[in-house]
């Protein structure tokens, strides 16, 4: 399981506010063209009925008094005009007598039934009938089914392309528009960003917005305060540690020189025996105590360039020479010569040590631990025992939680303060990589080649 803090990303305000504005943007325009369309369509069908009616009314007295003798007499019917040059016509005409009977029609006319009076839509073709003063004859004129849509579709697009157009130019500027709107925020954001969980300093950020001014300024108050807190808390802890350790240590050798002295065996020797054993568990928490301190402190936020096999070797050599520790570590250098990575040669010491000593305290007894290093920069603990359940695995990184009820509870979350430091981090595993049982802790350091 990684212990490595992570930020939840969701989708930008300014890709939110970019998808919105160009959204509502579209619609607008969609509702307008609509709405412009039906208006368009409904003004230029108004005008093209008036054309209709005005020329019935125009068209019929004058037809009726040109050719009144050929309607009059017995000559065949209908009549057809064809004095005019053939031509496309837009509007054809019908003469019909009061009876219904066709007598005369225009050349592009087709002989049908006389329609009702008025306007009247058949097959498409739009239809007005107007009818004499003398109600002897009635006339049609009809204008083609496609005529309309011919000459009310070029209007339209010539009305909406260039809105069209204007909208489609809009909707590739606005994201850069609001791209640079917010490029305050994302400043503010890589700043905060940056820092990490470590870097308490005030941000300087000049020029920024009100709304992000006011943010900034009560976020740098906010970080003060916590930093004061912080460093009263780490003030109070290192003090008291290092107070309590010189009497810690002089009461531990007073209770060893008292066991020495009393009788092997006696009740008094093993009651003393216990007191030093109490006294020497109380001085490593001290200690531990002081190493969180210093730990949290941002000691491991120095970077330089160190070998990590040569830390390794001198704290192993160091554990290897206790009675009942040495003969139980096994340490594995992959056959590098070196590993160098950044970091801060103390605070790396304390992470290494807290490593080892957790495997070493919390193992089965006798049982062998592990250390392998890799080329990447990372430290491999691995020590047997049963496995960790998942839901305490995720909690072992904080101070004093300890599994199965040994030790401080306090390595592990120092072995995590200096990871984040460091920019590295802390993964923690049960069982270990590879087996069916164990626990394994992997620490992760940036290499030097690599930055």
């Known amino acids: 399981m990684r212990l490595r803090l992570r930020a939840f990303s969701p989708r930008s305000m300014a890709a939110r506010l970019g998808i919105s504005l160009s959204a509502a943007l579209l619609l607008f325009w969609l509702v307008s063209a609509a709405a412009a369309a039906l208006v368009v369509v409904r003004e230029l069908n108004e005008v093209f009925d008036s054309i209709l009616s005005e020329h019935a009314q125009i068209l019929l007295p004058d037809l009726t008094r040109r050719y009144a003798p050929d309607l009059e007499g017995p000559g065949p019917h209908p009549v057809v005009v064809t004095d005019a040059t053939p031509h496309d016509e837009y509007i ?7 009876d219904g009977r066709l007598l005369m029609r225009s050349h592009g006319a087709t002989e049908t039934a006389m329609p009702p009076l008025g306007f009247a839509t058949i097959d498409g073709a739009r239809l007005y009938t107007e009818q004499s003063a003398d109600h002897r004859y009635r006339i049609t004129l009809a ?3 496609d005529h309309r849509p011919h000459t009310i579709r070029p209007t339209l697009i010539r009305l909406l392309a260039p809105l069209l157009v204007l909208v489609l130019a809009a909707l590739l500027l ?5 791209r640079r709107g917010f490029a305050p925020v994302r400043l503010l954001q890589a700043e905060i960003a940056r820092r990490g969980g470590a870097n308490l300093a005030p941000m300087a950020l000049a020029q920024l917005p009100v709304e992000l001014g006011s943010i900034r300024d009560g976020v740098n108050l906010l970080l003060q305060r916590l930093r004061q807190a912080l460093e009263a808390e780490r003030s109070f802890s290192a003090n008291a540690a290092h107070e309590m350790r010189t009497p810690i240590a002089a009461t531990l050798a007073q209770a060893q020189l008292l066991a020495a002295s009393l009788p092997r065996d006696s009740a008094a020797r093993l009651e003393a025996e216990e007191m030093a054993a109490g006294l020497g568990r109380l001085g490593a928490r001290v200690e531990k105590l002081l190493q969180l301190a210093r730990a949290e402190s941002g000691v491991a936020q120095k970077r330089e360039a160190v070998d990590l096999l040569v830390a390794l070797d001198l704290l192993v050599e160091e554990f290897r020479g206790q009675r009942d520790v040495g003969s139980r570590l096994r340490f594995d250098d992959g056959g590098l010569a070196r590993v160098i990575v950044l ?5 790396l010491a ?9 495997a070493l305290r919390h193992g089965p007894a006798g049982a062998p631990v592990e ?3 890799s080329a990447a920069g990372t430290v491999s ?14 909690s072992l990184h904080r101070r004093f939680v300890s599994h199965g009820g040994k030790g ?3 390595g592990l979350s120092i072995v995590h303060a200096i990871a984040q430091q460091a920019d590295g981090g802390l993964e923690l595993h049960s069982p270990a990589r590879g087996r069916a049982d164990g626990f394994e802790a992997v620490l992760t350091l940036r290499c030097a080649e690599a930055a």
């Open 92 to 98: 054809t005409w019908r003469l019909y007598a009061a």
């Open 143 to 145: 204008e083609p089914p």
């Open 174 to 178: 606005i994201p850069p528009a609001v």
């Open 343 to 347: 970091a801060d040669l103390d605070a």
């Open 350 to 358: 304390i992470a290494l040590r807290n490593l080892i000593e957790n």
């Open 371 to 373: 250390i392998t290093v």
């Open 381 to 394: 603990v691995v020590s047997g025992g049963p496995v960790v359940p998942q839901e305490r695995l995720a």
């Open 408 to 410: 401080s509870g306090l």
